[in-house]
């Protein structure tokens, strides 16, 4: 979602954010936090993210998003959250379960809705999330009028999404991704064991459902997409070749951005640094917004 997302900020004032407070979920080490936060930084600032032009920041450093939280929690129903597909599947796969993630979808309409959000770009799997968002906030305004604006969803069918090694969607959780960052080595190793059916080299294959070509198609340009579909349908095309050309291309592709994603990891201050200039930047949105929200409830609308 990063370059749909990045592509957007061209048209419209944009905020991106470091959810850490959403990883304390699952993440209970205050060493993997802080690094997972930088990694994530990082990343986007790797991969042509400009903070001088959009509002870029980090969860933790806006304390108006947990009090909107509330505030939302109190019109959001618990037959609402039962029915958010990310906790029945954690239900249905009997893992620990805290408050924190059965209330997940709350906080993510904070931080939506405390910036007055037209546009959300979400991936399919984040789309009910926001219908969630738009479900409370209609329901808070239902009360109090027209004090939340209702988000909007972008969703593009070519980036929806992109699997992993195993076929399953691309997910740290699920231990499938292909470290872009990391050294070359690192990067050929789950290449080469990205899963494919037994189909000989010379055997006609629907590149449409292979995972070596779904990631082959989001980096390579569409005349090369469009060639390599024609091999695959007509045969002679062997998935080991597949695989060593895809690592060739995410080299040529990410050589640049992986430079600039570690030295930017060498520079951990200066991320903070960054990060908490938008912070910044995103209050002064944030702001008149939770007191809006407090005047219509009634509590006192000034904020310290």
Known sequence: MIKPALELAKD??????????????????????????????????????NPDDVIFYRQSDIPEVFELAWVLS??????????????????????????GLFTYPVLMAADILLFGTHIVPVGFDQQQHLEITRDVA????????????????????????????????????????????????????????IVTDSKRPEEPKDPDECNIFAIYRHLAD???????????????????????????LLETTFSEQRDRYNALMDNPDELDKILEKGAEK??????PILARVRKAVGVSIEIR
């Not at 109190?74 to 408050?99: P, S």
């Not at 939340?148 to 699997?163: F, G, K, Y």
């Not at 995103?282 to 702001?287: K, T, V």
Request: net charge positive; glycine share 6%; with cysteine.
């Open 12 to 49: 419209f004032q944009a905020l991106y954010f470091i959810a850490d407070y959403h990883a304390l979920t699952t993440v209970r080490d205050k060493k993997q936090l802080t690094h997972l936060t930088h990694q994530a930084t990082a990343t986007w600032l790797a991969l042509g993210l």
């Open 74 to 99: 109190c019109f959001t129903t618990k037959g609402l959250l039962n029915r958010a597909h990310a906790y029945k599947a954690i239900v249905d796969e009997d893992k620990n379960i805290n408050a």
């Open 138 to 193: 209609l329901t808070f305004n239902g009360n109090y009028g027209d004090v939340l604006v209702i988000p909007q969803a972008v969703i593009r069918e070519d980036v929806m999404t992109i699997p992993g090694i195993d076929g399953r969607k691309m997910s740290k959780s699920y231990n499938n991704v292909i470290p872009i960052f990391a050294p070359a080595n690192e990067v050929r190793k789950p290449v080469m064991r």
């Open 222 to 248: 569409a005349d090369a997409v469009e060639a390599k579909r024609k091999l695959y349908l007509e045969g002679g095309l062997a998935y080991g070749e597949m695989k060593k050309e895809l690592f060739a």
């Open 282 to 287: 995103a209050r002064d949105i944030a702001g």
